[in-house]
């Protein structure tokens, strides 16, 4: 590896350091942006699924439980922090920059609707509004896992979901991993990124609406990345 590329390493590396800390910077924000606005447009996801997360919710076993919960909470750092680790330990700039421009990407694309279309947790809503006639929607992760709901809201708030970001990087991740053509990883990974929005219907967080627009954000973060670096990509064709 000459200097170029390892210099390429530690700033698209630094790069996704900065990003992730500005999205938890976002977290400690947005309750006071959506306050001001005082819209709850959930109303408007529910109006078009109905019931589709409750019915969803009728699926229950103790395995997918402890699955889904670990799926949610271990597998989505994983993969996000994971993935472009891989990519800097294998020296593979070109995969890397890819990873680290459509993180990017995803998170500017989420963060108007993350500040300005609050969308609150399906269970919450289910619980807390007047408006939600259908039936209930449980917040399976605090059953299954009480003592790790003070962690859990250190890092996200109850009214982030559209798009849900979870399926959003989740899938950004495990389409490098494609792309770089990493034989073993890219299956974990796409176990990892389709197990993710499942699990956040099984615990009762995300609408479904949620993730279908997270896998589009995932699309769209992907194509614009493919076509800013489209020579580079050239070393898998």
Known sequence: ??????????????????????NMAEVRIDSLISS????????LIYNIEKDAV?????ITNPILDYYFTFI??????????????????????????????SY???LIISLPFMLFFPVYD????????????????YFRLEEIWPSVITVFFKY?????????????????????????????????????AVSIPIATWYLGI?????????EIVALISIFIALNVFKKEIKWRQ
Do not use: E
Request: glycine share 6%.
């Open 1 to 22: 590896m000459n200097r170029h590329h390892l210099m390429q390493l530690i700033i698209f590396g630094c790069l996704f350091l900065i990003t992730s800390l500005l």
């Open 36 to 43: 001001k606005i005082g819209r709850d447009f959930s109303i």
């Open 54 to 58: 409750a019915f969803f919710q009728k």
């Open 72 to 101: 949610y909470m271990i597998g989505f750092p994983f993969i996000i922090y994971f993935t472009p680790l891989l990519y800097i330990l294998s020296k593979d700039v070109k995969t890397l920059k890819i990873a680290v421009f």
């Open 104 to 106: 990017a990407m995803g």
């Open 122 to 137: 399906a269970w919450w809503c289910s619980i807390n509004t007047s408006w939600y006639d259908g039936k209930m929607i």
């Open 156 to 192: 996200t708030t109850i009214d982030n979901c559209f798009p849900s970001l979870h399926a959003a990087l989740s899938a950004i991740m495990a389409y490098t991993a494609w792309i770089g053509n990493y034989r073993r990883y890219k299956y974990v990974a796409t176990l990892i």
């Open 206 to 214: 995300h609408w479904i609406l949620d993730a279908v627009a997270g």
